[in-house]
């Protein structure tokens, strides 16, 4: 086993900063110390293997995106990030775990779906990952088979109240499905959209000839996500299940999860880097000589951006920092522009939903603590320790501490991160275009340790594939 120091930063933690040095063994941190302490005489730096100089940067645990979709089959493509290279690109913006959606399509047996997310996973990761499994059809066979999932180290599921005829379950099923998670302690998961409401918005307009990406937006209108999470706050109330809504984009479906949460209910809220720096009015604006108006496709997800001017993303920012929204994930589910987006040419509603982000959270969030709008303590609590607790992966991953792995980001706050696509840009991710081409971010991810190797170094990878390795789950520490 070969042993590190980091040595000289600033630890940042959910709870604090200090300046401390960080000694790993092999794959685990085993010592958070004074910087320059001494062992048996001598001083650490000079009895390691290794050690990495982190004057004058933060040394954060590693990031934790709680909702990636890598190869995820939708709208008649497949999202264009692998195991592969999405998890290669989330190594490259400092994210040293993801959890993805395994799938069980309608039809499906639900452990022959998560079987085929492993085989599409194992050996090909760059970073550790963990599966929440997407219930598409809930049925006696597939309640029986969720109760068995905490056993596979899955202790969360996916339900849709959007997509019908897809993914979509209906209240019943709901209901049905949230007992399951009120008796075995599982987090429900919730896609919270009155789908088929949106689907006669979609008609509509389309028969009005109201066929641009902005249409998208339109019809998925903030109403049906505050209609959709209240009645899944209501149903899981009802059931006693444990409620997390997925990429809440809405002031007022955050306003319902804040009511919840006051009355003590087991209620919690993700939101996504699009709905706290993107707006359906950039949306509008869009245009681009190759694809004229069709370029506000690379923006087409759901939920939708909302209107700035109408407060929601403000509202956004303000929600992390009073904890009505408890944390950041991606929603990681890229396509290209050729092939994939352009589908929907003509008819806003076949463009395949979804926006690549696994390779950016860290640093967009980061600039939220440059803004004023997070401090440094909370921007590591919201992209990796709440995630890690939520999902029941804290104490190996997110937090700096003895026995926890050592999935370590060095990060200069005097460095510079230019995204997009372009030469001399980020860009990893397996993707024709990228959807936050010109944002500028005053910090840069230098160095990336996953389980104790060096991933990232200097503007260069140097993992391989089949680094990471699956990673069992327990359930929710936020659930007593
Ligand atoms: O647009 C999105 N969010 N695509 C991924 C599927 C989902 O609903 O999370
Ligand atoms: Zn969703
Ligand atoms: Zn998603």
Redesign the pocket.
Known sequence: MSTTLITGGTVVTATGRSEADVLIDGETIVGVLNPGSVLLGSDLASSVDHVIDAKGKYVIPGGVDA?T?ME?P?GGTA?SDTFETGTRAAAWGGTTTIID?AVQTFGQKVMDGLAAWHAKAAGNCAIDYAFHQIIGEVNDDSLAAMKKLPDEGISSF?L?M??PGV?MSDDAQIFKAMQVSADTGMMTMM?AENGPVIDVIVKQLLAQGKTDPYYHGVARAWQMEEEATHRAIMLANLTGAPLYV??VSAKQAVEQLAAARDIGQNVFGET?PQYLYLSLEEQLGAESAEWGKFEGAKW?????LRSKAEGHQHHMWQSLRTNDIQMVST?H?PFCMKGQKDLGLGDFSKI????GSVEHRMDLLYQGVVDGQISLERWVEITSTTPARMFGLYGKKGVIQPGADADIVIYDPQGHTSIGYGEGKTHHMNMDHSAWEGFEIDGHVDTVLSRGKVVIDNNEYLGAKGDGKFVKRGLSQYLI
């Open positions: 909702h979709h995820l939708f999202a959606f996916k849709f959007a997509y993914f896609h997925v990429h996504c087409v997800c759901s939920t939708p929603d589910c395949p939903n979804g926006i």
